[in-house]
């Protein structure tokens, strides 16, 4: 107002600016979290045979499970994958609401027959506290705490503890180079490291939570390269990584909000290469 009479074009702006910014904050903290989007990989590859889909879930990270947090378990269980595979941080809510929470999310994956063909393989997130493989408790999941790696058949698949995850320097190999090989890890820090894997695949940075154009992510709370904190990379030497942007939020005293960074699941198709 201060400006209409001597600056016009600076005081439409500024009238503007005051007046996006609640509708900014409306689509920030209300919209944007609970606008989830299922993202479709197609890896390629000659070491895989026949057509094999991976559903990846990080990052639940909910304090109340609620209708949301139903819609996203019932829509990864909609896309029938082979394979289901948890990248930690399921639960961050205060010790008094977190047995209760665990229940209910036990609960919900049981009544929807929560699981795949070839298995479901949790890794330990850095908000989840010892005991957290109680949360499914008798659902078939076979949580992982320390590095351990399974032959499923179409391919092998190694889970990484927390730690290894966070390992920047860590060296994983692979006894069977022709057999397609998906390492799981809950931060994608290990990709810094010597890996003999095709795919890496993570989540921890929730692609930043918030994001600008040009600039990308603002915080990612990981040592890797800010492109690397969400999508696909092609890493330098072999393999790839896949970051999941992750389904909730950092909760107790941050920011409750996604700013174009939405909230992900992550469906990878691997197809084999056609001779």
């Given at each position: 107002?201060?400006l209409?009479?001597?600056?016009?074009?600076?005081?439409?702006?500024?009238?503007?600016?005051?007046?996006?910014?609640?509708?900014?904050?409306?689509?920030?903290?209300?919209?944007?979290?609970?606008?989830?989007?299922?993202?479709?990989?197609?890896?390629?590859?000659?070491?895989?045979?026949r057509?094999?889909?991976i559903a990846?879930?990080?990052?639940?990270?909910?304090?109340?499970?609620?209708?949301?947090?139903?819609?996203?378990?019932?829509?990864?269980?909609?896309?029938k994958?082979?394979?289901?595979?948890?990248?930690?941080?399921y639960?961050?809510?205060?010790?008094?609401?977190?047995?209760?929470?665990?229940?209910?999310?036990?609960?919900?994956m049981?009544?929807?027959?929560?699981?795949?063909?070839?298995?479901?393989?949790?890794?330990?997130?850095?908000?989840?506290?010892?005991?957290?493989?109680?949360?499914?408790?008798?659902?078939?999941?076979?949580?992982?705490?320390?590095?351990?790696?399974?032959?499923?058949?179409?391919?092998?698949?190694?889970?990484?503890?927390?730690?290894?995850?966070?390992?920047?320097?860590?060296?994983?190999?692979?006894?069977?180079?022709?057999?397609?090989?998906?390492?799981?890890?809950?931060?994608?820090?290990?990709?810094?490291?010597?890996?003999?894997a095709?795919?890496?695949?993570?989540?921890?940075?929730?692609?930043?939570?918030?994001?600008?154009?040009?600039?990308?992510?603002?915080?990612?709370?990981?040592?890797?390269?800010?492109?690397?904190?969400?999508?696909?990379?092609?890493?330098?030497?072999?393999?790839?990584?896949?970051?999941?942007?992750?389904?909730?939020?950092?909760?107790?005293?941050?920011?409750?909000?996604?700013?174009?960074?939405?909230?992900?699941?992550?469906?990878?198709?691997?197809?084999?290469?056609?001779?």
């Amino acid at each position: 107002m201060l400006l209409w009479r001597e600056r016009k074009k600076l005081a439409i702006i500024s009238g503007l600016c005051a007046a996006a910014l609640p509708v900014l904050a409306y689509y920030a903290f209300l919209v944007e979290p609970f606008w989830l989007e299922t993202t479709y990989r197609r890896i390629v590859d000659a070491k895989i045979e026949r057509p094999f889909r991976i559903a990846v879930l990080a990052d639940l990270q909910t304090d109340n499970f609620g209708d949301y947090e139903r819609g996203v378990l019932r829509r990864l269980m909609q896309e029938k994958p082979d394979l289901i595979l948890l990248g930690g941080d399921y639960i961050q809510a205060p010790d008094e609401r977190y047995t209760a929470i665990s229940l209910e999310l036990n609960a919900f994956m049981r009544e929807i027959r929560f699981g795949a063909p070839y298995g479901v393989f949790a890794v330990q997130g850095n908000v989840d506290p010892a005991g957290w493989p109680d949360i499914f408790a008798d659902l078939g999941v076979t949580c992982v705490e320390v590095r351990k790696s399974f032959d499923l058949g179409p391919l092998r698949l190694t889970c990484l503890g927390l730690s290894d995850s966070f390992n920047t320097s860590l060296q994983v190999g692979n006894p069977d180079p022709n057999k397609y090989h998906l390492v799981l890890g809950h931060a994608p820090d290990f990709a810094l490291g010597r890996t003999e894997a095709d795919l890496l695949v993570a989540g921890h940075t929730h692609g930043g939570q918030v994001r600008f154009p040009l600039l990308g992510p603002v915080i990612t709370n990981s040592r890797v390269p800010r492109p690397w904190a969400a999508g696909l990379t092609v890493l330098p030497g072999s393999g790839k990584l896949l970051v999941s942007r992750g389904i909730g939020m950092e909760r107790y005293y941050a920011p409750r909000l996604r700013f174009l960074c939405r909230p992900e699941l992550m469906i990878i198709d691997l197809l084999p290469q056609k001779r």
